[in-house]
């Protein structure tokens, strides 16, 4: 039954892209990164228009998507224009990643909501897990914590991690460092470590993989397959559980959000299997609740609930 926790199947990994969007796509990136580094941020986000364009009108499938995700969002008929919207947002947060990379954070206005979650486990000396989503940027939640005094490592499956650590080395090498990889041996291991060194580690908890095991989940109406493997490593490692959402809303404004989840407290015990569920169910519900209020920041661009 959709919303239990023992509701699991297996969901083969969703492509952002079909193969010709995802090389075109990858040639827009390298333009937009010359421009921004060269000529800077203004005239690069005049680019983002025409690019944007090319995609809405080229990129078929992900625009499909993107306009049955807007219509339950919105709850209403969309049309080019929103889809115009939803990936020029996505563009917007993608030029903007390039500086934060650079750590350039003194650029954007940013409001922090939550902080005294992090803070309070700061002073207890305690790692924590945080899960994310495809949606805003992560990157100004790491930059923000590390104007904080607190770093966020990512933790990825290891085919993206090595793509990420390649973008970093190029950008800035010292920030690959802080991409842990997972499949490898010695993976588990070294989020072991971080979160022991009382650091925090950020999974993306809103996208599946092939043989990964899944929860269904009530998500805008309809039943969801989210991924158990970002809590399980929480429940494992037996480190609390925090949400967090870097929002983008304009011009060089973010809003960065931290909730508690399931109080905070480790996931461990007989009830783990049921816990896992109940802390799924409640992500996806605040999920929905970050979709409502910045509905074009979910950069999701397949038909999530098929």
Not at 35 to 44: H, K, S, Y
Not at 259 to 279: F, N, W
């Amino acid at each position: 039954m959709p919303g239990t926790a023992d509701s699991e199947v297996n969901r083969p990994q969703a492509p952002e892209w079909t193969s010709a969007p995802e090389r075109s796509t990858m040639l827009a990136l390298r333009s937009i990164a010359w421009v921004g580094l060269a000529l800077g941020r203004p005239l690069a986000r005049l680019l983002l228009y025409p690019i944007t364009l090319y995609f809405v009108m080229f990129s078929i499938r992900p625009r499909t998507a993107s306009l049955q995700y807007l219509s339950r969002v919105l709850g209403r008929n969309v049309g080019m224009a929103d889809t115009f919207r939803h990936y020029h947002t996505f563009a917007a947060v993608i030029l903007d990643r390039l500086y934060l990379l650079k750590e350039q954070f003194s650029r954007f206005d940013v409001q922090v909501h939550g902080a005294e979650i992090v803070e309070e486990l700061i002073a207890a000396g305690k790692g924590c897990v945080l899960l994310g989503a495809h949606m805003g940027s992560f990157e100004i939640i790491r930059s923000a914590g590390r104007a904080r005094g607190f770093k966020v490592s990512m933790v990825m499956y290891e085919g993206n991690a090595r793509k990420i650590r390649k973008l970093l080395k190029a950008i800035n090498p010292v920030l690959q460092m802080e991409v842990i990889g997972l499949g490898s041996v010695d993976s588990m291991l070294k989020v072991e470590a971080a979160l022991a060194r009382g650091e925090f580690v950020g999974l993306l908890a809103d996208r599946t993989i092939k043989g990964g095991g899944t929860v269904s989940c009530p998500f805008f109406g309809e039943p969801a397959a989210f991924p158990v493997g970002p809590v399980r490593i929480a429940a494992m490692l037996k480190r609390p559980v925090a949400l967090m959402f870097g929002i983008y809303r304009g011009g060089n404004r973010y809003e960065v959000y931290f909730e508690r989840l399931a109080g905070l407290d480790p996931i461990v015990g007989r009830d783990r299997d049921s816990m896992t569920g109940h802390v799924l169910r409640r992500y996806a519900e605040r999920l929905e609740h970050y979709c409502r209020i910045a509905p074009y920041n979910w950069f999701n661009f397949y038909d999530f609930w098929r």
